[in-house]
């Protein structure tokens, strides 16, 4: 089945470092979604990007699909405290209505 | 904020008893889901809902599981028999353009 591979699982940077995770599927995909879990709560939605190559940005968060559709990359400039939590991707295969396949998520935590 | 409405927030069982777990989608979404999240692990697919029948499932959406919308808006997951394994943070959500989820239902199998 199709699997979606995210990479690191736990990253630990110092305020003010930058942060990167990487998500890669077994297949092209239609989209990708990125979503923070905050400790204790929800995947709350982030982005979603579907055009090959897609760069998108959202103040210090840089979204990317690659060309071929089958890989993405998060990157966080100058982290804060307020970005702790963990990070997924999700690869949608085709429309809306199939399954939204989630990565194993990134937990970052920054210290101060 | 649209938002999905999940009940009860907590929910603790005795193996082997049945679990109703409900949720209310945004109203104007058709495409509906429920995950399971058992902790500290990722967020996994169990099955998806379009124009009130399954649409797709997992491998772990076994013949204990079962999903209905009774209404036009409840959405419910039903857990036949619960197993300890089934103790998980399960996570409705509801699609238009993004999928909105819902708080969550913690089920504890005791």
């Known amino acids: 089945g199709q699997q979606v591979m995210q990479i690191p699982q736990y990253q630990h940077v110092q305020e003010g470092e930058d942060f990167t995770t990487y998500c890669n599927s077994s297949t092209t995909l239609s989209n990708i979604q990125w979503y923070k879990q905050r400790p204790g709560g929800h995947p709350v939605f982030l982005i979603q990007?579907?055009?090959?190559?897609e760069v998108k940005k959202q103040k210090r968060l840089t979204f990317q699909f690659g060309e071929a559709k089958k890989n993405s990359s998060l990157h966080i400039t100058a982290t804060q405290t307020t970005d702790v939590g963990t990070y997924f991707c999700?690869?949608?295969?085709?429309?809306?209505?199939?399954?939204?396949?989630f990565g194993k998520g990134t937990t970052l935590s920054v210290s101060s | 904020e649209p938002e999905v409405t999940q009940t009860p927030s907590h929910q603790v069982t005795q193996m082997g008893q049945e679990v109703i777990l409900r949720c209310v989608p945004i109203?104007?979404?058709?495409?509906f889901y429920w995950y399971r999240q058992i902790l500290g692990q990722k967020v996994e697919f169990l099955v998806s809902?379009?124009?009130?029948?399954?649409?797709?499932k997992s491998e772990i959406f076994d013949d204990q599981f079962s999903v209905e919308r009774p209404d036009g808006s409840n959405f419910t997951l039903k857990i036949r028999s619960t197993k300890l394994e089934d103790s998980a943070m399960y996570f409705c959500?509801?699609?238009?353009?993004?999928?909105?989820f819902g708080q969550g239902t913690r089920l504890t199998v005791v």
């Open positions: 809902f379009y124009n009130n029948e399954i649409s797709e």
């Open positions: 109203s104007n979404h058709l495409y």
């Open positions: 959500a509801s699609e238009g353009v993004e999928a909105f």
């Open positions: 999700a690869g949608e295969r085709n429309q809306a209505g199939t399954a939204l396949i």
């Open positions: 990007l579907v055009k090959s190559g």
